[in-house]
């Protein structure tokens, strides 16, 4: 533009009625708008769907998972953490047989089995058990709970989360499911 | 929100940008001829929004891109879409990029002052061109794989540097991880960069110089881009968008079956390179090496491109560079249309397709039913019967038998075709003629089916005709007591009065396979069958001999034989045409419980087919996938 004087660019010779003009623009607007928002709305929703399709990725039919053999329990009502096995969807990929996640079961004196999600209702870091305290105890934010789960500080904003068991010939089921951190009441997260 | 923008304004400058953006000079008023910049840098906006969002889902690695690709395609919300409209928008950006170009040469825009810009425009002509070949292997199907592995293999050919070149390409000196890796950081990172900047540079050059007014403009009154030009412009963004959707919506982007090393496939470049491809063909190229073809020729006429600006000063000059650029695309045109016509009438390359295709669904088929493995979508139909059992049945068996007349994968079995001197003869394009190449052994298309049995039974003859090539050993058949029973019996097994204890006969062999894939068994039509199997008693008339004077069988379940047969050399028919009896029959047909001393086919032992091959073609044959 540099080679022409800019005095001579806003030259309207068609100096049309305003109506045209504005017909024109909206026209532009429109249609220049058209173009360009079908593949950034498509691809936006595209985007979206992680909140659009609910998938499950993990699980028997029933959601139990097998943890350990009873007899693996301490006797005495220690805690003690299980790793858990599924068949993992992770997107396209048919994981056979892949840890899950981890629990705290506890043998009770009653034969009952508790189970705790060991992931902290604060912000979802592992807890730990600390034999010494006899407590749980998070790394990242000091969470402590005693052994039944019960918050023993502040900073977690519930209970541990405790799961459905199921002892069916001598092996602990547990149903395993993630909740939402960092609220009060316990709410289930899609699996 | 006037405010807003003052206060803005004053702390950017913007309302003087889009003064300027917007107020720029068209000489002559808005014209449609003007178009074609904006409507490229329309394809490339889309091609970033698309692209940035496909990016999401992508993981480029060797088991996982077109496992990735397969989600977004068949899994994820608009994905299909979104990938059409990626895949679509790369073909109309190179329609596209040709017009715009036609039109810079053919109207002359190229010349002083504006040649700077004509070579910028030049660079992203290049640009472009990297895009679209890298983009072509990202989802590691089959067709990209083997297409592009032409081109690094071309990019080796040049001179002195060439391996060097394709190692830096491909991350090493083969095809991995690291060549997917490399493309997908050029494909999505260096060339949008290098795009962006040289675009900015192109429409910065343009604006300085201003478009290119042809002479039936001049005089005419002055306007402005804002806002007619830019209708003008979206307009023709609207169209290509519309031409994009309606491929995007109609046929989906294609993928094919996972890249596999060990899978041929009837590969072509994007339609857009066929031309260079088909050049690489002639003889007379191809004779002086792959870097004459694919790097010299196309380096001079690119350099003479380059060089049209000179060439361009005199109006003999631009003539000559207006009938350069016709003979080029009229060269191309007609190497595109070739190639298109060769391969259509290509008997042989379609057949290649439509297996390729059968792959590409079965894969899909496969990954949805049963999940994609750790290693890959690849194994799926590496393991999987309905996909390798024709090409089992094409490497073992179609050397005598045929599937439906081809060898199991389409392809008919052809040899040259020689004229009356014994030279092999040619046709107008100086392909060579081929005729089919005779089988020696039956056409088992519908092996162990109702139809086969009952053809085996009322016309031996046609059935094995074949045996007829297979000289002496086969004639034997032609001639046997097969045969014979099949003649005597020929009149009473075709009286319409016998149609349904023929039937029935049929229904009892075809039952003993155990076939599930058919149509279900009629018991009561089986215990028919049974009876006249093993009696000979047909509604009217009796059969010359039955079946258990010469085939031994035993029933399933049972403990008793209902014949024992004629000895050695007469096959025995306990599970005809099941899969145990296939088995044991390919591992040993000349076994006393099949054709004895008369056999005249290989055994197929573990040395040939190994027990996965053998129950993978097995379990194709029976229909059990």
Known sequence: MANLPPESSPVFPEAAPRRRGFLTQAAAIIVGGLAGLIPLASSVIFFLDPIIKRRNSAGGSDGFLRAANVSALPTNGTPERFVLKADIHDAWTLYRNRVLGSVYLRLMPNGQVIAFNDTCTHLGCKVDYQAANKRFFCPCHHSAFDLDGKKQNQTPPRDMDDLKVEIRDGEVFVKYQNFRTATPEKKALAQ | ?625
């Open chain 2, 1 to 625: 929100m006037k405010a807003l923008l003052d206060w803005l304004d004053h702390r950017t400058g913007c309302k003087a940008l889009m003064h300027e953006v917007m107020n720029e000079p068209i000489p002559g008023g808005a014209r449609w001829r003007y178009i074609t910049g904006s409507m490229l840098t329309f394809c490339f906006v889309v091609q970033a929004i698309t692209g940035l969002f496909l990016w999401c889902g992508y993981a480029p690695s060797t088991q996982t891109a077109w496992e990735s690709v397969f989600y977004i395609q068949h899994e994820m919300t608009l994905g299909g879409l979104v990938r059409g409209i990626h895949h679509f928008a790369a073909q109309a950006m190179m329609v596209v990029l040709g017009l715009h170009f036609f039109q810079v040469i053919w109207d002359g825009a190229y010349r002083a002052p504006r040649e700077v810009n004509y070579w910028l425009g030049l660079v992203l002509m290049q640009i472009v061109i990297v895009l679209s070949l890298t983009g072509y292997l990202l989802p590691w199907d089959q067709k990209g794989y083997y297409a592009t592995k032409v081109a690094t293999n071309i990019a080796g050919s040049t001179p002195f540097i060439g391996e060097q070149i394709q190692q830096i390409a491909q991350g090493g000196p083969a095809y991995g991880h690291h060549t997917l890796t490399r493309f997908f950081a050029l494909h999505a990172g260096l060339m949008p960069a290098l795009l962006v900047g040289f675009l900015g540079l192109h429409i910065y050059v343009f604006r300085r110089h201003g478009i290119t007014v042809p002479e039936s403009a001049e005089g005419k009154p002055v306007g402005t881009f804002w806002p007619k030009q830019v209708l003008y412009d979206a307009v023709g963004c609207l169209i290509v968008l519309a031409g994009v959707l309606y491929f995007a919506l109609t046929r989906p982007a294609e993928l094919t079956a996972p890249a596999d090393p060990g899978e041929d496939f009837p590969a072509r470049p994007e339609w857009y390179f066929l031309f260079l491809f088909r050049f690489l063909e002639f003889e007379l190229i191809s004779k002086r090496g792959v870097a004459f073809g694919a790097i010299y020729v196309p380096g001079a006429i690119m350099a003479l491109i380059v060089l049209m600006p000179f060439i361009g000063r005199s109006k003999l000059g631009h003539q000559f560079n207006r009938l350069m650029l016709v003979v080029l695309l009229v060269g191309v045109a007609a190497l595109t249309a070739l190639t298109i016509y060769e391969d259509g009438h290509n008997e042989s390359h379609q057949a290649k397709l439509k297996f390729a295709e059968r792959d590409a669904h079965r894969v899909v088929e496969l990954a949805h039913r049963e999940g994609i493995p750790q290693n890959g979508a690849r194994e799926l139909l590496v393991r999987d019967a309905f996909a390798q059992g024709p090409r089992l049945f094409k490497r073992h068996c179609a050397s005598c038998h045929r599937f439906d007349g081809h060898d199991g994968t389409g392809q008919r079995i052809l040899k040259a075709k020689l004229d009356a001197d014994g030279n092999a003869m040619k046709d107008w394009l100086g392909h060579p003629i081929s005729e089919e190449e005779p089988a020696t052994a039956a056409d088992l298309k519908d092996f162990g089916s109702r139809e086969w049995v009952k053809r085996v039974l009322t016309d031996y003859e046609t059935t094995f005709a074949p045996l007829k090539n297979a000289g002496e050993k086969g004639q034997r058949f032609l001639d046997g007591e097969m045969a014979g029973w099949c003649k005597e019996n020929k009149a009473v097994l075709a009286d319409a009065a016998n149609a349904d204890s023929v039937k029935a006969l049929a229904e009892f062999l075809t039952a003993q396979g155990g076939r599930t894939d058919l149509e279900p068994f009629d018991e009561q039509l089986v215990a028919i069958g049974k009876d006249i199997f093993k009696g000979g008693a047909l509604k009217t008339g009796m059969l010359t001999s039955s079946c258990t004077d010469c085939h031994a069988m035993k029933l399933a379940g049972d403990t008793e034989s209902l014949g024992d047969g004629a000895g050695p050399g007469y096959p025995t028919l306990t599970g005809y045409a099941g899969q145990n009896w296939l088995m044991s029959f390919l591992r040993a047909p000349g076994h006393a419980d099949f054709y004895g001393d008369n056999n005249i086919m290989l055994d197929f032992d573990t040395s040939r087919l190994s027990d996965e091959e053998l129950i993978l073609l097995v379990k194709w044959m029976t229909g059990d996938y």
